[in-house]
């Protein structure tokens, strides 16, 4: 029996039959499947306050944004399209315990095997958020929400809706550079460690900071309210980091939700199967919205497969193609070879390492045979026919490449947001000795991965850095506004999505975007 609080409630009361599965799937989580989690409550709610929740969750501000969520996933919720079946929280003390505990919110209007597969489902993000190594330093504190809202509306009653709105903007908009170090090499860390020594002038930062959001608002000369505000927004946003491993986080848990439906099918095989059938609508490959759990959940059990089978190294890439097809050693480290990729990988490590040209083979296959499928069975009087079979034409397309690279960048680019991440470099923060602000991509992502990759594309809109750059617009924007607390030039250094090659994005005065090539010799403090 597992060593932790389990419990389901609707409302005040607790539901006894689906507590007592909740535990059996705990059981069977932590005992078979080796996950590792904390204390769990489990909240039947309807879908109002599903709405609430999941509004006040990614954005617990008061402000236009957070309504304009709740009416959209309430709408989602009574068309049930596209709408959310659980919300995993982050961790609450509990007041009566003292303890720690996650909290999870469930549809009450889902059916009993959509319950247990949610229940299992969860279990499996809770143990990718407790031991991956990027989300275990993510997440924010759930109980300073409520302060944080009071708060907020404190600000508007002073000093009016407009001007606190307009900060709150700015906030939003620079969520996206909080990040997370990456791991330096020894070399990285012993150069670190003698520039500092050598230093004879200050040197704003020190060292480079992968949470530009977090400096910005300390090295800004700001009103205190303005630097209040910004923080909580800040700290609202620290789990966006998390971006990394959605494909994971999302695979992973559909992994551990179908191995529950396995186990289930000894005891109760009627609803196992209709628990399969729930999992393939979550992890359809042909749904693009569904992406990151029908990419990652293929993965993670191709992955299982080859080490349970021995079909992974050098000795067995090296045995001839008549061999490798039926090639099984009984290894049986299958699930170990998992839980470490949960525990040590980002998506991209995922991805490059793992996607063999075996495993994108199946995967476009089942694609393209789905599609085949739909475009049998679609009726030519469907109303809408010609712009599902057109769509269906596109992701066909989409689905059939020549080049592995590119087309393993167009899956990372297609399930989430995946552009190279921003920092501060060492010195940033006094670029052009006169206090300007230098914000760089780190490339070292792109590097390790595609370096060299220089092939000049002559369709734009499948060029491998035209996926991997930022949004132009986007970019002047959040230049302006950032210029707008700082007060002093800001730089970008990113990439040219025509060829890759470096290039720096800037303004010197907070109305105007300038475009240039980067410096061939740039400032000392600059490394």
Not at 199 to 207: M, S
Not at 396 to 403: A, E, L, Q, R, S
Request: glycine share 6%; with cysteine.
């Amino acid at each position: 029996m597992i060593d932790m609080e389990i419990v389901v409630k609707e409302g005040a009361k607790v539901h006894d039959g689906y507590t007592k599965a909740a535990r059996e799937i705990a059981d069977f989580a932590v005992d078979k499947l080796h996950l590792d989690f904390e204390d769990v409550e489990f909240r039947l709610v309807d879908n109002d306050e599903m709405s609430e929740v999941m509004a006040l969750y990614q954005d617990p501000l008061p402000t236009w944004e957070t309504y304009q969520n709740y009416y959209m996933q309430k709408s989602r919720g009574e068309y049930r399209y596209g709408m959310l079946y659980e919300i995993v929280s982050h961790s609450v003390i509990d007041p009566a315990t003292n303890k720690k505990k996650i909290i999870s919110y469930i549809r009450n209007s889902n059916k009993e095997h959509e319950v247990l597969s949610v229940i299992a489902h969860v279990y499996g993000h809770l143990h990718m958020d407790k031991n991956n190594f990027i989300c275990k330093r993510c997440g924010r504190d759930l109980n300073m929400d409520v302060k944080r809202r009071k708060r907020y509306r404190e600000l508007e009653r002073i000093l009016g809706v407009k001007t606190v709105e307009e900060v709150y903007d700015i906030g939003k908009s620079l969520a996206s550079l909080i990040g997370i170090d990456r791991p330096k090499s020894l070399d990285e860390e012993i150069k670190e460690s003698r520039d500092e020594y050598y230093d004879t002038e200050p040197i704003i930062p020190r060292k480079d900071e992968y949470d530009a959001f977090q400096f910005i608002i300390d090295n800004s000369e700001i009103s205190g309210w303005q630097k209040e505000l910004l923080q909580m927004i800040h700290d609202i946003n620290t789990d966006i980091a998390m971006i990394n491993v959605m494909i994971m986080h999302e695979g992973f848990a559909t992994f551990v939700q179908e191995k529950y439906a396995i186990e289930k099918a000894k005891t109760d095989p009627a609803m196992a199967m209709k628990m399969e059938d729930f999992l393939l609508g979550i992890a359809n490959p042909i749904n693009e919205g569904q992406l990151r759990y029908a990419l990652g959940f293929r993965l993670f059990k191709y992955v299982e497969e080859c080490w349970n089978k021995g079909r992974h190294g050098i000795l067995y890439e090296s045995l001839p193609e008549s061999e490798k097809k039926d090639y099984d050693n009984h290894e049986n480290k299958g699930l170990d070879k998992v839980l470490d990729i949960v525990k040590t990988k980002t998506d991209w490590d995922f991805i490059f390492s793992y996607a063999s040209q075996e495993f994108l083979e199946m995967y476009t296959k089942e694609v393209k045979d789905n599609i085949e499928y739909l475009k049998r069975t679609l009726s030519e009087n469907n109303p809408n026919f010609y712009n599902i079979y057109s769509h269906l034409d596109a992701l066909d397309k989409k689905y059939t490449y020549d080049d592995i690279t590119k087309f393993k960048v167009n899956l990372l680019t297609g399930a989430e947001s995946y552009t190279p991440p921003v920092f501060i470099p060492r010195g940033g923060g006094n670029y052009d000795r006169e206090g300007g602000l230098l914000i760089k991509q780190d490339m070292s992502l792109i590097n390790k991965y595609i370096d060299g990759y220089k092939k000049k594309e002559e369709d734009e809109e499948n060029n491998i850095y035209s996926m991997l750059t930022l949004d132009n617009h986007r970019t002047a924007a959040t230049l302006l506004r950032i210029y707008g607390i700082w007060k002093k030039p800001v730089y970008l250094q990113t990439i040219d999505p025509e060829d890759g090659e470096p290039m720096l994005i800037y303004t010197g005065d907070g109305e105007d975007i300038e475009y240039g090539s980067v410096p061939s010799a740039q400032d000392p403090g600059i490394n």
